[in-house]
């Protein structure tokens, strides 16, 4: 990226955008009971009720953690609002433990609830993408330094492998969110502008979700507001272009921007088509917001759908159902093998998947 396009993005737009990202964010994730649900004209195909099981649970305490990190036999899960705490803990939920990670170099940060932890073991990474900043270190030492040569503005990122990244930023040549690869070697930032496609606004019109896929070595984006997904390579370079279940093509979304205050806001309510997403295997798992045919509302309300897209085919493959915990949806999810983890407010939840019944 040119030192005078880095300059020319302003620190106050991406503040903003970022503020009403949450702000949008924390909307998708509200209890439906609050929302207008949309009924979409497509039917469910369902896995047996017994599919799906809670087998234990773990009470966190506080409702602000999000899980980091994942791994055969481990769980990681790091905080919003402490960003220096990371909690370790086993399958069973009984063997605990508490870590304190140490940011090494950087003296002062603006915005310091803003770092995102990723683990991946042998490394983690805490990733800040108003300062901007890329850290990485050792699992089990846990003391995060630079190591990127450079680091560009975003709004989110995921690690490929031990040096390079996928992000999203918003970009003010193009008035758009755009996807790019930052990488530890020249040129550093690789923009490339031809996989998000801008609706109606730059911003809400191609807003979603992230993922790099290690199995298949893939990068996923998903559309939070219409019924799309791209797969992409390790460079960037889009593989296949898939549709999800519901027929929102177009973002049911209007909004304005306040130019006196360099800032956005929505003059409509959103409908949001996806709500939370997770990679693993050969699989999308999605949380739609969106109601089917062959549906009960309350049932939908009382209840968390999961629809499973196979993304070597863009195939839909069938929905389950997670039921409330405390009358509390999940708020985040992570799937590996045949257990699937999920956080119901400030309960940690790990449910197994019956391979009888759905196919991994």
């Known amino acids: 990226m040119k030192k005078t396009d880095k300059k020319s993005l302003s620190f106050l737009s991406l503040c903003s955008l970022g503020m009403l990202l949450v702000l ?38 506080v409702n602000s953690y999000y899980i980091s990190g994942l791994t055969k036999d481990k769980i990681y899960l790091s905080n919003y609002t402490t960003i220096h705490h990371l909690l370790r803990t086993d399958m069973t939920l009984k063997d605990t433990q508490h870590i304190r990670l140490k ?27 108003i300062a901007p900043a890329i850290l990485r270190g050792k ?13 560009a503005y ?8 031990t040096t390079s990244f996928a992000l999203r930023y918003y970009s003010k040549s193009q008035e758009s969110y755009e996807l790019a690869l930052e990488t530890a ?54 593989l296949h272009q898939y549709n999800t279940l519901d027929t929102i093509s177009i973002a049911r979304i209007k909004s304005e921007e306040i130019k006196s ?37 309350e049932q939908f309300k009382q209840n968390t759908v999961i629809d499973v897209y196979d993304l070597t085919q863009g195939k839909y493959i069938h929905s389950f159902y997670l039921p409330h915990y405390k009358n509390k949806g999940i708020s985040d999810f992570k799937i590996i093998g045949n257990r699937l983890l999920a956080i119901h407010d400030q ?14």
Request: aromatic share 14%; charged share 20%.
């Open 261 to 297: 205050e360099n800032s956005f806001t929505l003059t409509s309510q959103p409908t949001v088509t996806q709500r939370i997403s997770s990679v693993s295997g050969i699989y999308l798992y999605i949380n739609s917001g969106l109601l089917s045919q062959n549906e009960k509302e």
């Open 347 to 360: 309960y940690l939840s790990v449910y197994t998947i019956a391979t009888d019944n759905i196919i991994f």
């Open 185 to 238: 070697k020249e040129p550093y930032f690789k923009p490339n502008y031809d996989i998000l496609e801008k609706q109606m606004d730059g911003f809400f019109s191609v807003d979603g979700m992230l993922h790099y896929n290690k199995e298949l070595q893939q990068i996923v984006y998903l559309y939070r507001y219409r019924n799309q997904y791209m797969v992409m390579d390790k460079n960037l370079k889009l």
């Open 154 to 161: 975003y709004t989110d990122a995921v690690p490929i492998d």
């Open 24 to 61: 949008v964010g924390l909307y998708a994730l509200s209890p439906l009971a609050n929302q207008k649900i949309y009924r979409g004209s497509f039917n469910r195909n369902f896995a047996p009720e017994n599919t799906v099981t809670q087998q234990k649970i773990l009470d966190l305490g």
């Open 103 to 129: 940011i090494i170099g950087l003296d002062s940060v603006v915005h310091p609830r803003k770092f995102r932890t990723r683990v991946e073991p042998p490394y983690f990474y805490m990733m800040h993408g």
């Open 139 to 151: 699992v089990n030492k846990w003391e995060a330094r630079r190591f990127m040569a450079d680091s």
